[in-house]
């Protein structure tokens, strides 16, 4: 069992920062593909970015790509999403995820389900 607890959401004005980080309980964390997800009011949920077991391949959707980076401190078990360059398309309450790193993990570029997430936190940005 894995437990999510994102941070770090709030206010920000367009072009601004954000970091979100994702604390996760339990010693599997590295053995882990981490996600993160954004739904926005009315909107379904999409895909953000995903990061490997071990940091060394990540995945961004191509809305963000160039603007958010995925990271993750195994050390720390948290996961991170620096958000620069920020949209107000890009508000949203965004959300962590898990899933192990196997096979399908690989296979679906971190576009997978995941049996793990996290309560959320919300991202406005004002224009």
């Known amino acids: 069992q894995v437990q999510l607890v994102e941070s770090g959401g709030g206010l920000a004005q367009a072009g601004g920062s954000l970091r979100l980080s994702c604390a996760a309980s339990?010693?599997?964390?590295?053995?882990?593909?981490m996600g993160w997800f954004r739904q926005a009011p009315g909107k379904e949920r999409e895909f953000v970015a995903a990061i490997s077991a071990n940091g060394g391949i990540t995945y961004h959707e191509d809305s963000v790509k160039g603007r958010f980076t995925i990271s993750r401190d195994n050390a720390k078990n948290t996961a991170y999403l620096q958000m620069n360059s920020l949209r107000p398309e890009d508000t949203a309450v965004y959300y962590c995820a898990a899933r192990p790193w196997d096979r399908t993990a690989v296979a679906g570029k971190g576009r997978v389900a995941y049996d793990y997430w996290g309560q959320g936190t919300q991202v406005t940005v004002s224009s």
């Open positions: 339990g010693q599997t964390f590295s053995s882990y593909l």
